[in-house]
């Protein structure tokens, strides 16, 4: 085991960020925000980050866009403020959005599976009697 290392590498995902056309896979997709960063490491474990940098990937290829760290607030600033009006418009079925389309979790989709099936369920017993 050595005791002083570098290239131990933590990525930390923020959401999605940008709709942009990808330079590398010519898709156009919603980009990823990310933040990288490289420790120094002693007994194999991370001490000190000595690179820090900030991207935009695209989710369907991995390929990245390097940006400044000013830009990468401005996304976490915009990211918060887009989830905070999406906590505003949850209704009991889903989440609601601009244009009023709703969006169910799986969690809300396997409920309404389930209750259907014991709909269907009472029905054929109902019918048998």
């Keep these: 085991m050595s005791i002083f290392g ?3 590498k933590k990525v930390q995902n923020y959401g999605p960020a940008k709709r942009e056309k990808c330079n590398n896979c010519s898709n156009e997709a919603t980009f990823q925000l990310q933040k990288l960063s490289i420790y120094f490491t002693i007994f194999g474990r991370p001490i000190i980050p000595y690179v820090i940098s900030y991207r935009l990937v695209c989710p369907l290829c991995k390929n990245y ?10 996304f976490i600033d915009r990211i918060h403020s887009e989830k905070e009006t999406d906590n505003r418009m949850i ?6 959005t601009e244009n009023g389309a709703i969006y ?14 014991i709909e269907m369920e009472r029905e054929k017993r109902n019918n048998k009697d």
């Design 6 to 8: 570098w290239e131990h």
């Design 65 to 74: 866009i390097e940006i400044e760290g000013t830009e990468f607030y401005e």
């Design 91 to 96: 209704s009991p079925d889903g989440y609601v």
């Design 104 to 117: 169910r979790t799986e969690t809300q989709l396997n409920f309404i599976r389930q209750m259907k099936e």
